[in-house]
């Protein structure tokens, strides 16, 4: 990736927000959808929960039904941008009430059009381009506002995608049981150890791989899905394999009406809404553990 890392950066408090990414250079594997369920799960569980699209597609954002793409609202690339002395000469006048939503208890920072120029804008800063994002979170105070911040990211894995990893105690990787995926899974892990070996002094965890899309009817699919579960099983001893999500028109039709499994009381839901649920748990027994490590030592 040839991008200097600092070795002194440290990583956030392990006191504040646990953020939380969900990652797959791969498009549509379902990275939106499950930040979208998982963050509206640990709100419903009691917990303070900040959304941040940072994909240029803006899709979570639609979720939220907030639309900054042809808008000249500000959004989190405007953000980004006001927290580097360096670019001056961009800044706008937004602060993060004038950009920060709220839907359901969720709040969110939208994403908007800007985000697609994100490596072009910061080419030419000192400080460290891979750190935008770590350092905005950790000044603008968010992190002592939320419990757990959930990012989704955009189908790539460019500086913007770095910026996540950096910012991030933890990943959550959905992926489609096929052959595709196998290789893109490893490139994925590929791409996170050479993060790791570039010296920042913690690399996010990989806290779990969700099949996607599943559907067992197809011999062919159980039989990759295995084997990418054997194969993650060596690559990444460390992360959980959560049971598949099958393809369910109840996602979809949540997604038309920008609602999430929990605004639904009937049956169909029950089982999405227990997914979500495990998704939360996992997230949070997690984030538990960090925050009792920081206070034991
Ligand atoms: N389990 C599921 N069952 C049915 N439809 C699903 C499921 N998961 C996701 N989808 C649908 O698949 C499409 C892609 O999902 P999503 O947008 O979440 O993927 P993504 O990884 O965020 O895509 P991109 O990389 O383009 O951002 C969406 O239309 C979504 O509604
Ligand atoms: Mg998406």
Redesign the pocket.
């Known amino acids: 990736m040839g991008i200097f890392f600092n070795r002194n950066e440290s990583q956030a408090s392990a006191s504040r927000a646990q953020v939380v990414s969900f990652l ?1 250079q ?9 930040t979208f369920n998982s963050a509206h799960a640990l709100a419903k569980q009691g917990h303070k929960v900040l959304c941040i699209d940072l ?1 240029p ?1 803006a ?1 979570l954002s639609l979720l939220f039904d907030i639309d900054r793409t042809q808008s000249e609202k500000f959004h989190i690339h405007h953000l980004m941008v006001n927290s580097v002395r360096e670019l001056k000469p961009l800044h706008v006048p937004a602060l993060i009430e004038d950009v920060l939503e709220t839907q359901n208890g969720v709040d969110l920072l939208p994403a908007g059009q800007e985000l697609s120029g994100f490596e072009l804008t910061v080419a030419g800063v000192s400080i460290p381009r891979q750190l935008i994002l770590k350092r905005f979170l950790e000044k603008s105070g968010l992190l002592d506002r939320y419990d757990y911040i959930v990012i ?1 990211a ?2 790539t894995l460019g500086l913007l995608v770095v910026n996540i990893l950096c910012a991030s105690q933890g990943v959550i990787v ?1 992926f489609r049981p096929d052959e595709f995926s196998r290789k893109g899974l490893s490139h994925f892990h590929d791409a996170l150890n050479d993060i790791a070996e570039m010296g920042i002094t913690e690399s996010p965890r990989v806290l779990a791989h969700i099949p ?2 599943v559907d067992t009817r197809r011999k062919q699919e159980e039989d990759d899905l295995l084997r990418i579960e054997n194969e993650l099983k060596e690559i990444s001893p460390q992360s959980k394999m959560m049971s598949p ?5 109840g ?2 039709k949540g ?1 038309a009406q920008k609602k999430s499994v929990f605004d639904y009381n009937s049956k169909e839901y029950t089982e999405l809404q227990e997914q979500f649920g495990d998704i939360a748990h996992l997230i949070d027994q997690w984030g538990k553990e960090r925050r009792n490590e920081h206070f034991a030592n």
């Open positions: 797959n791969k498009g549509g594997v379902g990275k939106t959808t499950m994909d597609q899709n989704d955009p189908p959905p996607n899309l999500f099958m393809n369910r028109v996602l979809v997604q």
